[in-house]
Every structure is written in C-alpha cells, then in structure tokens.
C-alpha cells in the first residue's frame, strides 16, 4: 500500500485469468490535469493483461523536448513544465511498461529516448499491423498506441536509410515500400493483419509535382495501390486517414484526392474503416506550430481572412485513439468523421493558443489574395514554403459531425486547451 499512496497516481489491479495472483498496476495522470484518453485505453489494456508473480512501482521522471522530428521551418513547444516527464514503470514477470503521457520521446533521466514499447505478454501472438507514413506526425502517434495496446508494428519507408533508426527508437520496425512504386508494396504488407494509410508527402500541404509530391499521387493513387497490395495479400483490415470535407466535387483538390483514395480503398473489397479528422494538432504539426513560431519571433500574429472561418481542432493523440482501435480484430468498420468536442473560429483558437503560452498579442489580419500571390512567386523556388492551395488549406472550414464516432469508439475527446496544455 505504501508505494501506491506514495505516487498518487491512478491506480487499477490486474487478476490473472487462472486466478494465480494479483499484480498492482498504475497509469501516470499529467500533474496539470487528467489524464487524456489515450492512457485510459492503456491503463484497459494493462487491467486485463494476465500479470504473474509480484509488481513492484516505482516512480520516475525528467522533463524534455519530444523526440519527433519537427519540419526545420517548425518551432515545435517543449515539453520544459514541472512534471511534464512524469512516469510509472511496472514490473512483473515478463511485464515492463513505461508511459511519457506529456513528453512522449524523453527517457526517465531526461535523455532523447522512446517509452519502453515492449507490450504485456498476454500468451497470444502479436498482431502485425502495417503503418504507411508511422515516422509522420499522425503516423507516429498511431505507432505508439498501437505498441501500447500490443500489436507487433511494422513502418513503410522507401527511404530506410533516412528513417529506419527513427523507426526503430518508437519500438517498430522498418519495411520497405514506395506507393509511388506499386511493384515494392506486396511483399511489403504480406503477413500484415491490418494497414494503417496516413502517409502524405514530404512538403505537405505545398506540392511539388517535379517530385510527384501531389496531393493526387498520395492520397488517392499511393493509397488506391497500397490497398490493392493488401486485397492481394490477404490483409484483413485496412484504415484510411481521409479528412473531413472529402467529396467527388469538393472545389480544393486534396479533398477531391482523399476521396479518390476512399473510393479506391471500397472497390478493392477489403473490410475497412474511414477515419476523416478535421483540423489536427499535436507537438509537430504544419499548421498551428506555424502560429506559434509567429507569435513567439513577431509583435503581432499574422492571420489570413477575417479570423471567421469555423474549426474543429481534434488532438492527434484522439485521432491515433481511434485510428488504432479501428484496425484491431473487430474494430469498428466504415466512414467516421472526427473533430474536437469545441467548434471555434480560427481567431478563437489563436486566443486560445496564445492563453497556453501565456502571452497575448494582436491578431492582424491579411486579405487571402496576399498570401496566395506570395505563394504563386515562391513556387520559382527550390523549396517553397508556401503555394496558393496551402493558403486555401488554412482558411476553409473543417467542422465534423461526431455522431457516429463517438458512438462506435467510446471516446471522451480532448478540450482544444487540454491538449494544448501537454505541449505548449
């Protein structure tokens, strides 16, 4: 009883099935609030993991900067609160579970590390679940949940020299494969029971077609061709990463390519879920992060139109929650739209993002035409930084209706400020 009192943490008990003995298991809660749902799903799967033999808690912790490589033009938050690194390990026979819930990426001494993602040894043979794009910001988030839930997971790379360690240090593995080589996919998803498809290019949202960096060869061919590998290998499930406002006749081209890729993914046969995520957030994000490099070098914070346009920012913590349960055995199978449980302007959520960081500046305005016409000239450049469709995807609205997720997933979704409030 000591221990437990001591740490002060949430705390449940896992009974071996056999009834042989009882083992004591605890999930760290943030020290500045609840903890979010993704380790309520963790803190499930530990509760019902068969634990032999004695287990002992000890705390540990350090706070530290994320691990995920953040995009150079980013000026991604630490994670410097008091806290913020706090962890629970637990150890049994053959059990060792180690949870970052605010800073993911840092060991217990503060080093640049992953969480132990060695999952609990249940006597049942591991799930091998396929993640095209698991090194990405979605993608790694849905990797680490996936590892927390103890499935055997696998990254698609077509460059292993580039991102096999980073691979590596979040507890998967690397396999080889290119959508935009379809000859490299079969044996990459052969002996996969489930395909996770979040992957989009590497200059997303500004497209560079030289490369074949387009929304149109990602989102709706790479994914039309890694489903058809997966129909032809015999993979059970496979999980799509669309968004919301995807449709034939949407007037922005990703939109009209995430549908192309939905399409592709129905007329393969294969069971499958649909997951559309509205505005998503996170420690390395390309859209909000950018605000927040302004606010932190500017006077003021720059904001294309009027600051009217409605949102419904989800954390991507959320969107990995239902991403992951979606390819389990018996996952919930169809087409889901997902948005944070508040819809706000986009000058809300810069108020918003500006009370988190404790400092408030002036919202200036700029009419859509500037940027875009900035975004034209760039393209004559090596690497824009910004095209006419990129400042278009920043001012459409994204508002989901969570009726049907919500109902299917059994999630409590994150408060815009929550999430926030783990990183910023």
Known sequence: GGPVRAVRREVGVGWDARGASLGIVGVTASAHGPSNERSRDE????????LAGPAGVRRTGGPGRSSDAAAPDEDPATCDGGGHGDAVRLRGAGVAFHRHLL???????????EQDPRPLSTGRRLRMILVAGGSGFIGQAVVRTLLGQGADVAV???????????????????????????????AAVRGAEAVVQSLTFPTFPVEK???????????????????????????????YASGTGAAPDAPEQWFRAKWGGEEAIKATGLDHAIVRP????????????????????????????????????????DVAT????????????????????????????????????????????????????AGAL?????????????????????VADNSAVLAAFDITLTPFHEGLATYL
């Open 378 to 398: 760039l393209q004559f450049l090596p690497k824009p930084p910004l095209s006419p469709d990129a400042v278009s995807f920043v001012i459409h609205d994204a």
């Open 209 to 239: 077609p030289s490369k074949g960096y387009t929304f149109e060869e990602f989102d709706h061919l790479g994914t039309e061709r890694l489903a058809r590998a997966a129909a032809e290998a015999g993979v059970k499930r496979f999980v």
């Open 43 to 50: 803190r499930e799967h530990l509760q019902h993991g068969r």
């Open 103 to 113: 800073c993911p990426g840092r060991g217990a001494d503060g080093d640049r590390r």
């Open 278 to 317: 509205s505005w998503v957030y996170g420690p390395q994000d390309r859209a909000l992060n950018r605000f927040v490099t302004f606010h932190r070098w500017l006077p003021f914070v720059p904001v294309v139109g009027d600051g009217k346009q409605r949102l419904q920012p989800v954390f991507v913590d």
């Open 322 to 373: 239902v991403l992951a349960r979606a390819a389990m055995p018996g996952g919930p199978a169809g087409t889901f739209e997902l948005g944070g449980p508040e819809v706000l302007s986009m000058d809300e959520v810069l108020a918003t993002m500006m009370e988190a960081r404790r400092k408030r500046k002036p919202l200036i305005h700029f009419p859509a035409w500037m940027p875009k016409a």
């Open 156 to 186: 698609l790379t077509a460059h292993p020299e580039r991102s096999k360690e980073r691979i590596e240090r979040l507890g998967a593995r690397a396999v080889v494969g290119d959508i935009q080589r379809p000859e490299t996919l079969l």
